[in-house]
């Protein structure tokens, strides 16, 4: 434990201490705040919108329970049950680029959220045009750079953004697998029957 600790620290340190550089500092505060980066999810939601029409809100729904259940565990199991203390708190000379949140460490919800989405819009998009392949892609680049961001200003240790990541993918993998076996086992089959009911 004592070296994976060390490798985390490391790793930690390797990352927040390219702080100083004013456009990467403005970059990742401008990820790890949502009220700053709001936006992009804005785009993203206008954007499935647009590309499955009424589904759209279907994707959205899940996307929502995906984060509640990503949320919920990142923040309200795992911090209670590890109790580790942020690095701002437990290292010295870390450089601090945002306020001190005074949660625990363990897991980083934002990583846990930010999976949580991406994985959703994997299932949904991933298998469709090269555009929509591509809307994964840049999804996914965003949810792993923010949690990149909550190292690089210096709120969580690598090994909370990757236990973070863990939760949501898990998340958005549990929902979309009860979804669908809902869809397929009730929603459809109560369709076959009527209209089968219908055609005799």
Known sequence: ????????????????????????????IFLTKFNQSWWIAA??????????????LTVLLLCVVA????????????KPLIQRTRPCFELADVHLLINQPRSFSFASSHAANTAAVATMLFFFFAKSTALDKTFVWIMSLYAFLVGLSRIYVGVHYPSDVLGGFAIGIASGVL???????VWKNVIETRRLKKQNNLNT
């Not at 785009?43 to 759209?56: D, M, Q």
């Not at 984060?67 to 795992?78: E, L, R, V």
């Open 43 to 56: 785009l993203a939601t206008a954007f499935i919108f647009v590309r499955r029409k009424k589904e759209g």
């Open 67 to 78: 984060i509640a259940i990503a949320d919920q565990i990142a923040s309200h199991f795992f």
């Open 175 to 181: 929902v979309y697998g009860a979804f669908s076996y």
């Open 1 to 28: 434990m004592e070296t994976l600790y060390a490798l985390d620290v490391a790793l930690f340190r390797a990352i927040n201490e390219q702080t100083g550089v004013a456009f990467l500092d403005a970059f990742f």
